[in-house]
Protein backbone atom coordinates (compact mmCIF):
# COMPACT_ATOMS: atom_id res chain seq x y z
CA UNK A 1 0.00 0.00 0.00
CA UNK A 2 2.02 3.03 -1.67
CA UNK A 3 1.79 6.32 0.58
CA UNK A 4 3.32 9.15 0.63
CA UNK A 5 4.94 9.95 4.11
CA UNK A 6 6.34 12.90 5.83
CA UNK A 7 8.45 14.08 8.95
CA UNK A 8 8.35 14.91 11.48
CA UNK A 9 4.70 14.85 12.22
CA UNK A 10 4.84 17.74 14.85
CA UNK A 11 7.22 20.68 15.75
CA UNK A 12 7.39 23.41 18.04
CA UNK A 13 9.77 26.00 17.96
CA UNK A 14 10.45 29.40 18.17
CA UNK A 15 10.54 32.34 16.34
CA UNK A 16 13.19 32.54 14.32
CA UNK A 17 14.26 29.18 14.29
CA UNK A 18 14.86 27.49 10.94
CA UNK A 19 12.44 24.86 10.76
CA UNK A 20 12.89 21.81 7.81
CA UNK A 21 10.35 19.34 6.61
CA UNK A 22 10.82 16.29 4.68
CA UNK A 23 8.55 14.10 2.31
CA UNK A 24 8.97 11.37 0.75
CA UNK A 25 6.54 10.66 -2.26
CA UNK A 26 5.41 7.52 -3.80
CA UNK A 27 7.55 5.93 -6.02
CA UNK A 28 6.73 6.44 -9.68
CA UNK A 29 4.72 9.70 -9.12
CA UNK A 30 6.45 12.45 -10.92
CA UNK A 31 5.16 15.43 -9.30
CA UNK A 32 5.17 16.21 -5.62
CA UNK A 33 3.27 19.36 -3.92
CA UNK A 34 3.38 21.42 -0.73
CA UNK A 35 0.13 22.87 0.44
CA UNK A 36 -0.24 24.55 3.57
CA UNK A 37 -3.81 24.68 5.71
CA UNK A 38 -5.24 27.11 8.18
CA UNK A 39 -8.49 27.60 9.34
CA UNK A 40 -8.67 30.93 7.88
CA UNK A 41 -7.45 30.20 4.12
CA UNK A 42 -7.75 26.78 4.02
CA UNK A 43 -5.77 24.62 1.78
CA UNK A 44 -3.28 26.72 -0.52
CA UNK A 45 -0.85 25.69 -2.78
CA UNK A 46 2.84 26.53 -1.94
CA UNK A 47 4.70 25.44 -4.94
CA UNK A 48 5.07 22.25 -6.82
CA UNK A 49 7.91 20.16 -8.69
CA UNK A 50 7.25 17.89 -11.88
CA UNK A 51 10.27 15.37 -12.32
CA UNK A 52 11.82 16.98 -9.60
CA UNK A 53 12.00 20.23 -11.63
CA UNK A 54 10.40 23.47 -9.16
CA UNK A 55 7.47 24.81 -11.71
CA UNK A 56 5.94 27.21 -9.50
CA UNK A 57 6.45 28.66 -5.72
CA UNK A 58 4.56 31.75 -6.42
CA UNK A 59 2.39 30.32 -3.60
CA UNK A 60 5.28 30.66 -1.22
CA UNK A 61 7.03 34.09 0.89
CA UNK A 62 10.12 33.13 -1.10
CA UNK A 63 12.25 35.77 1.47
CA UNK A 64 11.83 32.62 3.87
CA UNK A 65 10.30 29.25 2.71
CA UNK A 66 12.61 27.43 0.22
CA UNK A 67 11.13 24.11 -1.36
CA UNK A 68 13.69 21.64 -2.55
CA UNK A 69 13.81 18.03 -4.46
CA UNK A 70 17.51 16.92 -4.42
CA UNK A 71 15.99 13.39 -5.42
CA UNK A 72 12.99 11.42 -6.17
CA UNK A 73 12.20 9.79 -3.12
CA UNK A 74 13.06 13.16 -1.44
CA UNK A 75 11.29 17.04 -1.33
CA UNK A 76 12.05 19.52 1.29
CA UNK A 77 10.34 22.64 2.90
CA UNK A 78 12.66 25.19 5.03
CA UNK A 79 11.19 28.11 6.65
CA UNK A 80 14.36 30.31 7.96
CA UNK A 81 13.20 32.49 10.32
CA UNK A 82 10.34 30.81 11.16
CA UNK A 83 7.33 33.60 12.17
CA UNK A 84 3.94 32.74 14.56
CA UNK A 85 1.88 33.18 11.42
CA UNK A 86 3.48 30.44 9.75
CA UNK A 87 1.60 28.16 12.38
CA UNK A 88 -0.15 25.98 10.11
CA UNK A 89 -0.54 22.40 9.29
CA UNK A 90 1.85 21.88 6.15
CA UNK A 91 0.82 18.82 3.72
CA UNK A 92 2.62 17.43 1.28
CA UNK A 93 1.05 15.24 -2.10
CA UNK A 94 2.69 13.33 -5.01
CA UNK A 95 0.75 12.65 -7.62
CA UNK A 96 1.01 11.30 -11.34
CA UNK A 97 0.11 13.11 -14.56
CA UNK A 98 0.37 11.49 -17.91
CA UNK A 99 -1.15 12.95 -21.09
CA UNK A 100 -1.79 16.59 -19.88
CA UNK A 101 -3.98 15.64 -17.01
CA UNK A 102 -4.15 13.61 -13.45
CA UNK A 103 -4.13 9.86 -13.02
CA UNK A 104 -3.88 10.28 -9.59
CA UNK A 105 -2.83 12.50 -6.34
CA UNK A 106 -2.07 11.10 -2.70
CA UNK A 107 -1.72 13.59 0.29
CA UNK A 108 0.58 13.05 3.35
CA UNK A 109 0.00 13.03 6.71
CA UNK A 110 1.04 16.48 7.30
CA UNK A 111 3.15 18.55 9.56
CA UNK A 112 1.69 20.33 12.48
CA UNK A 113 4.16 23.56 12.49
CA UNK A 114 3.87 26.05 15.53
CA UNK A 115 5.77 28.56 16.06
CA UNK A 116 5.66 30.55 19.60
CA UNK B 1 -6.94 34.16 -10.89
CA UNK B 2 -9.52 31.25 -10.01
CA UNK B 3 -12.93 31.20 -7.49
CA UNK B 4 -14.52 28.18 -5.66
CA UNK B 5 -17.18 28.49 -3.94
CA UNK B 6 -19.21 25.33 -1.69
CA UNK B 7 -21.23 25.95 1.37
CA UNK B 8 -20.00 26.34 4.71
CA UNK B 9 -21.71 23.82 6.46
CA UNK B 10 -24.68 20.98 5.95
CA UNK B 11 -26.75 18.85 8.12
CA UNK B 12 -27.98 15.23 7.07
CA UNK B 13 -29.37 12.33 8.76
CA UNK B 14 -27.99 8.71 8.99
CA UNK B 15 -29.38 6.61 6.07
CA UNK B 16 -30.16 9.66 3.96
CA UNK B 17 -28.78 11.11 1.03
CA UNK B 18 -27.34 14.46 0.48
CA UNK B 19 -25.69 16.46 -2.31
CA UNK B 20 -22.53 19.20 -1.72
CA UNK B 21 -22.10 21.50 -4.82
CA UNK B 22 -19.27 23.53 -5.93
CA UNK B 23 -19.38 26.40 -8.88
CA UNK B 24 -16.02 27.03 -9.54
CA UNK B 25 -14.65 30.17 -12.19
CA UNK B 26 -11.01 29.37 -13.77
CA UNK B 27 -9.39 29.39 -17.06
CA UNK B 28 -7.61 26.28 -18.63
CA UNK B 29 -9.98 23.94 -16.83
CA UNK B 30 -7.90 20.06 -16.53
CA UNK B 31 -10.18 18.42 -13.89
CA UNK B 32 -12.05 18.45 -10.56
CA UNK B 33 -11.22 16.80 -7.63
CA UNK B 34 -13.30 15.61 -4.41
CA UNK B 35 -11.67 14.94 -0.96
CA UNK B 36 -12.69 14.04 2.30
CA UNK B 37 -10.77 15.22 5.56
CA UNK B 38 -11.79 14.21 8.76
CA UNK B 39 -10.70 16.71 12.09
CA UNK B 40 -7.06 16.47 12.68
CA UNK B 41 -5.95 14.31 9.14
CA UNK B 42 -5.16 14.24 5.70
CA UNK B 43 -7.29 14.95 2.69
CA UNK B 44 -8.23 11.59 1.16
CA UNK B 45 -8.74 10.79 -2.25
CA UNK B 46 -12.78 10.57 -3.57
CA UNK B 47 -13.07 11.19 -6.92
CA UNK B 48 -11.46 13.18 -10.37
CA UNK B 49 -14.01 14.33 -12.96
CA UNK B 50 -12.97 15.76 -16.16
CA UNK B 51 -15.22 14.98 -18.45
CA UNK B 52 -19.38 15.74 -18.31
CA UNK B 53 -21.46 13.20 -16.69
CA UNK B 54 -21.50 11.32 -13.34
CA UNK B 55 -19.04 9.16 -12.06
CA UNK B 56 -20.18 6.63 -9.61
CA UNK B 57 -18.15 4.90 -6.79
CA UNK B 58 -19.66 3.07 -4.28
CA UNK B 59 -21.44 5.03 -2.12
CA UNK B 60 -20.53 8.49 -3.34
CA UNK B 61 -20.78 9.58 -6.75
CA UNK B 62 -19.46 12.91 -8.37
CA UNK B 63 -21.50 14.77 -11.33
CA UNK B 64 -19.52 17.57 -13.49
CA UNK B 65 -20.78 20.66 -16.03
CA UNK B 66 -17.93 22.18 -17.41
CA UNK B 67 -20.20 24.42 -19.23
CA UNK B 68 -21.67 25.79 -16.06
CA UNK B 69 -18.47 25.38 -14.02
CA UNK B 70 -20.96 23.08 -11.68
CA UNK B 71 -19.91 19.73 -10.15
CA UNK B 72 -21.89 18.31 -6.83
CA UNK B 73 -20.66 15.11 -4.72
CA UNK B 74 -23.52 13.07 -3.51
CA UNK B 75 -23.71 10.75 -0.98
CA UNK B 76 -25.84 7.98 -0.37
CA UNK B 77 -26.82 5.75 2.32
CA UNK B 78 -25.32 7.87 5.41
CA UNK B 79 -22.82 6.75 7.53
CA UNK B 80 -22.37 8.74 11.23
CA UNK B 81 -18.51 8.10 9.72
CA UNK B 82 -19.37 10.61 6.55
CA UNK B 83 -18.97 13.30 9.16
CA UNK B 84 -16.25 15.21 7.63
CA UNK B 85 -14.72 17.73 5.35
CA UNK B 86 -15.25 17.92 1.85
CA UNK B 87 -13.22 19.72 -0.35
CA UNK B 88 -13.75 20.70 -4.00
CA UNK B 89 -10.28 21.15 -6.15
CA UNK B 90 -9.99 22.55 -9.13
CA UNK B 91 -6.69 21.64 -11.50
CA UNK B 92 -5.59 23.60 -14.59
CA UNK B 93 -3.66 22.84 -17.01
CA UNK B 94 -0.46 23.92 -16.75
CA UNK B 95 1.20 27.25 -18.14
CA UNK B 96 4.66 25.39 -17.74
CA UNK B 97 7.10 23.69 -20.36
CA UNK B 98 6.17 19.81 -20.86
CA UNK B 99 2.22 20.61 -20.00
CA UNK B 100 0.62 18.47 -17.71
CA UNK B 101 -1.65 19.99 -15.27
CA UNK B 102 -0.86 22.44 -12.56
CA UNK B 103 -1.61 21.81 -8.83
CA UNK B 104 -4.84 22.34 -7.07
CA UNK B 105 -6.55 25.57 -5.82
CA UNK B 106 -9.29 24.43 -3.11
CA UNK B 107 -12.36 25.39 -2.06
CA UNK B 108 -12.89 26.09 1.63
CA UNK B 109 -14.77 22.54 2.46
CA UNK B 110 -18.54 22.07 3.02
CA UNK B 111 -18.24 20.93 6.81
CA UNK B 112 -20.66 17.84 6.69
CA UNK B 113 -22.88 16.91 10.24
CA UNK B 114 -24.65 13.51 10.43
CA UNK B 115 -27.58 13.27 12.59
CA UNK B 116 -28.30 10.09 14.14
Known amino acids: DARVTQTPRHKVTEMGQEVTMRCQPI?????VFWYRQTMMQGLELLAY????????DSGMPKDRFSAEMPDATLATLKIQPSEPRDSAVYFCASGLVRGGGWVEQFFGPGTRLTVL | GQNIDQPTEMTATEGAIVQINCTYQ??????LFWYQQHAGEAPTFLSY????GLEEKGRFSSFLSRSKGYSYLLLKELQMKDSASYLC?????????????????FGKGTHLIIQP
Open chain 2, 26 to 31: TSGFNG
Open chain 2, 49 to 52: NVLD
Open chain 1, 27 to 31: LGHNT
Open chain 2, 89 to 105: AVSRASAYSGGGADGLT
Open chain 1, 49 to 56: FRNRAPLD
